[in-house]
Nanobody, 119 residues
Framework: QVQLVESGGGLVQAGGSLRLSCVGS????????MGWYRQAPGKQRELIAD???????YYAPSMKDRFTISRDNAENTIYLQMNDLKPEDTAVYYC?????????????WGQGTQVTVSS
């Protein structure tokens, strides 16, 4: 399996932006679906967006206006651009990878990166 490592989290004021990165330990070209999830304290982990090697991109309905996922197979990296951040976006953000395009998370997870949005 590919080991995934996220970076780019931190503390930001409401209205600010962050770009998260997730780097694979080796090629992600054959990892069909790569995505971003988040988990806020006391809540279930939720899908933000995912993208396939073929170029299909999906956003959870509440995420599509302010979040943008991108994928660079040549750099073994996926990104999540987050704009106009709100305190309710505070969560641990996780990178995920899998092979089945079935709407479910794949078996590969990063360790997570904390995003804290202050009001």
């Amino acid at each position: 399996q590919v080991q995934l490592v996220e970076s780019g989290g931190g503390l930001v004021q409401a209205g600010g932006s962050l770009r998260l990165s997730c780097v694979g330990s080796r090629s992600i070209h054959n990892v069909n679906v790569m995505g971003w999830y988040r988990q806020a304290p006391g809540k279930q982990r939720e899908l933000i967006a995912d993208a396939t090697t073929a170029g299909r991109v999906y956003y959870a309905p509440s995420m599509k206006d302010r979040f943008t996922i991108s994928r660079d197979n040549a750099e073994n990296t996926i990104y999540l651009q987050m704009n106009d951040l709100k305190p309710e976006d505070t969560a641990v953000y996780y990178c995920n990878g899998g092979f089945g395009d079935n709407g479910q998370a794949g078996p590969m997870w990063g360790q997570g990166t904390q995003v804290t949005v202050s009001s």
